[in-house]
């Protein structure tokens, strides 16, 4: 178990409104990722961080941003959401730079935009 | 960016049968993980397989980095093994960015 958490597990909201997911772990971990699950595509890298105030966009990044003021928390928010963002949002940490640099995720987020 | 090509995306299996999974990948990494997300879509990391072979309980993996390819084995399959099982890679940058397959669903029948 690596102490993830995530919040809100499920969500409904209409489009245009702005949405807030949270990862939060208790490790300390330096790396944190925000993946969306879809049928047919695996998981898919939308934005991750290596350290407090330091982010960078993963391959579906648009419509998204997020934020990490302290390592314990990323925040992953859609400031208009659409219907093309109902997905399964994923959270994940590594411990980076160990010998076995494996990925850890959280209980995901089911997100069901109107 | 690289491919990443899992096959079969469907297995059925009886109780008790093996099987392999393929996952192939178009260019040189130095990182690759194997994934099951369980039908409730929790998502466990199997291996940390750059290469070689790695064995857990009826488990196992192998990777060949110079043909890009990796395997899961599952032997004596059971119910509890149904799920998906994604295989990631990363090409080698320093902030250990995934690239996932589309992942090889497996039902496994009692």
């Known amino acids: 178990d690596a102490g993830i958490t995530q919040s809100p597990r499920h969500k409904v909201t209409e489009t245009g409104t702005p949405v807030t997911l949270r990862c939060h772990q208790t490790?300390?971990?330096?790396?944190m990722y925000w993946y969306r699950q879809d049928p047919g595509h695996g998981l898919r890298l939308i934005h991750y961080?290596?350290?407090?105030?330091?982010?960078d966009k993963g391959e579906v990044s648009d419509g998204y941003s997020v934020s990490r003021s302290k390592t314990e928390d990323f925040l992953l928010t859609l400031e208009s959401a659409t219907s093309s963002q109902t997905s399964v949002y994923f959270c994940?940490?590594?411990?980076?730079?160990?010998?076995?640099?494996?990925?850890?995720f959280g209980p995901g987020t089911r997100l069901l935009v109107l | 960016g690289i491919q990443v090509e899992q096959s079969p995306p469907d297995l059925i299996l009886q109780e008790g049968a093996n099987s392999t999974l393929r996952c192939n990948f178009s260019?040189?990494?130095?990182?690759l993980q194997w994934f099951h997300q369980n039908p409730w879509g929790q998502l466990i990391n199997l291996f940390y397989i750059p290469s070689g072979t790695k064995q857990n309980g009826r488990l196992s993996a192998t990777t060949v980095a110079t043909e890009r390819y990796s395997l899961l084995y599952i032997s004596s399959s059971q119910t509890t093994d149904s799920g998906v099982y994604f295989c990631?890679?990363?090409?080698?940058?320093?902030?250990?960015?995934?690239?996932f397959g589309a992942g090889t669903t497996v039902t496994v029948r009692a």
């Open positions: 260019d040189s990494v130095n990182n």
């Open positions: 994940a940490i590594s411990e980076g730079g160990s010998p076995q640099e494996t990925q850890y």
């Open positions: 961080s290596y350290g407090v105030k330091d982010t």
């Open positions: 990631a890679v990363e090409q080698g940058s320093n902030d250990y960015k995934l690239s």
């Open positions: 490790e300390n971990h330096r790396y």
